[in-house]
């Protein structure tokens, strides 16, 4: 009886001790909604959120995007996708219209544990500035 009790408190302890170093330095991938709210600027130059940490080393793992207001209008398109601090594309970009829903797209290799940022520009090149907002995520599983 007493050897059995010494072989669950260390199954205990062992479990405890593996779960919490992973725990400790694992953070799993969801499917999250991040706000964005930016001032999409004239002749296409670009606007970007705050940096989200990108983990994943899979270029096939999602990053998305869902405008749900656009100052140019209902139904109007915005270009969106992600960059590094440098301002390098690490994604292909999305042409997003407004009210549509997510859009998804796979990353480049150098979005790979890097912080990205969601950047966008008008899809026209003309004078215009407008507001756009809603939500993104750097990686969705």
């Known amino acids: 009886m007493k050897a059995l009790k010494l072989k669950m408190v260390a199954v205990c302890l062992l479990?405890?001790?593996t779960?919490?170093?992973?725990?400790?330095?694992?953070?799993?991938?969801?499917?999250?909604n991040w706000g964005f709210n930016f001032t999409i600027q004239p002749h296409q130059?670009?606007?970007r959120?705050?940096?989200?940490?990108?983990q994943t080393t899979n270029v096939n793992n999602k990053w998305k995007v869902n405008m749900q207001s656009s100052g140019?209008?209902?139904r109007t398109v915005?270009?969106?996708w992600l960059e590094n601090a440098g301002g390098t594309n690490v994604s292909p970009s999305l042409n997003v219209k407004q009210g549509n829903g997510s859009y998804y797209s796979s990353a480049y290799s150098n979005a790979?544990?890097?912080?990205?940022?969601?950047?966008?520009q008008n899809n026209n090149y003309n004078?215009?500035?407008?507001?756009?907002?809603g939500f993104w995520d750097e990686e969705t599983n």
């Open 15 to 17: 479990s405890i001790v």
């Open 19 to 32: 779960f919490g170093a992973v725990g400790a330095n694992t953070a799993l991938a969801s499917n999250d």
């Open 45 to 47: 130059a670009n606007s």
């Open 49 to 54: 959120s705050g940096p989200r940490y990108r």
């Open 72 to 74: 140019e209008g209902a």
């Open 78 to 80: 915005t270009t969106y």
């Open 112 to 120: 790979s544990k890097k912080n990205v940022y969601l950047t966008a």
């Open 127 to 133: 004078s215009s500035r407008y507001r756009v907002s």
